[in-house]
């Protein structure tokens, strides 16, 4: 919202009741309050907008049925309401997830061409509403980012690996030669503007990353480095991440309240590539990262620090 804010956009926002605005006080921006499960709460947010940025979803639950009730079912009914009460959208902008299509079959970065294959109930969502939203793609001018593990100030996912780093362990899984591809958000942010506006990228979907791969153990090596401290690694049994991810699920039904690691993220998590192509994004949106890992964790290891989280 702020970049929008910042290049001079009118910006309506769908809130829900309980929507948590710490981050947008001070901003100029219009509320309405509604859901992306009630089509007759979206209306007044949809109505008379050029670009619908779809970004709402959930990473975690208690439950795997809320995965699906939000993320595809809310993103289906969205773009009703939208071919229903806008019929003159200029964009329909849905950011996914690499997960949507799962790891990499073999050595080779995942292509947009690429079967998909998500490993979790999230990624199983994500892909749902991809192809939910991708059966309008006649009557809607739909793009879809499928960013890579994102990062940067104000994500509490990926702040659990800063906070291990800056305690001075990599943790690394045994027998497993790990790869991923990365994307700093304000890379993500660039794509997202980028897909707005190109004239060609209707009815396509996009891969988004800082256009790396990195070793997991890269990965600790160049976070320890922008954090200027030294880190030892310590390599851990899988069989310990599914013992916490069915403890951590167990106690989330118990509480009510979902965790940070579930069985579906240990599935995920164990994987051995998560690598992606980002040529057709470059190609195509003129996308070009500008954030490589060791300026992207400097950044955001300098934020945690200021907002003394770290």
């Excluded at 009703?80 to 079959?105: I, M, T, W």
């Excluded at 061409?113 to 199983?124: E, I, L």
């Excluded at 990262?289 to 003394?308: I, M, V």
């Amino acid at each position: 919202m702020e970049a929008l804010v910042k290049r001079n956009f009118n910006v309506r926002c769908l809130l829900r009741q309980q929507s948590n605005l710490r981050w947008l006080k001070g901003l100029p921006f219009e509320k309405v309050y509604g859901d992306c499960n009630d089509l007759s709460s979206l209306k007044e947010a949809v109505k008379d907008v050029d670009h619908v940025f779809h970004l709402a979803g959930v990473t975690k639950a208690v439950r795997e049925e809320t995965y699906f009730r939000v993320n595809a079912q809310g993103t289906e009914c969205l773009i009703h309401a939208c071919l229903e009460h806008n019929p003159h959208l200029q964009r329909f902008v849905l950011v996914s997830s690499q997960a949507a299509s799962g790891p990499c079959q073999g050595s080779k970065k995942k292509t947009e061409a690429d079967p998909c294959c998500p490993v979790s109930p999230y990624g199983q969502s994500k892909r749902m509403g991809e192809e939910l939203a991708l059966a309008h793609r006649e009557e809607l001018p739909l793009v879809i980012l499928r960013p890579s593990a994102v990062y940067g100030p104000r994500d509490t996912d990926m702040f659990a690996f800063f906070k291990l780093v800056s305690k001075g362990i990599i943790p690394t899984f045994r027998g497993l030669a790990q790869h991923f591809s990365l994307c700093y958000v304000e890379d993500l942010i660039q794509a997202i503007l980028l897909s707005a506006t190109m004239p060609h990228a209707t009815g396509e979907v996009f891969f988004i990353s800082d256009g790396r791969e990195y070793r997991m153990e890269e990965v600790g090596d160049t976070l320890a480095r922008a954090m200027e401290i030294r880190a030892v690694r310590v390599a851990l049994p899988q069989a310990i991440l599914w013992g916490v991810a069915s403890f951590s699920e167990a106690f989330s039904r118990i509480s009510g309240k979902p965790s940070l690691i579930n069985r579906g993220k240990a599935q995920e998590m164990l994987q051995c590539d998560w690598g992606c192509d980002i040529s057709k994004a470059k190609n195509r949106l003129g996308f070009e990262p500008r954030f490589d890992l060791f300026e992207g964790a400097k950044r955001t290891f300098e934020w945690y620090r200021q907002e003394k989280w770290l």
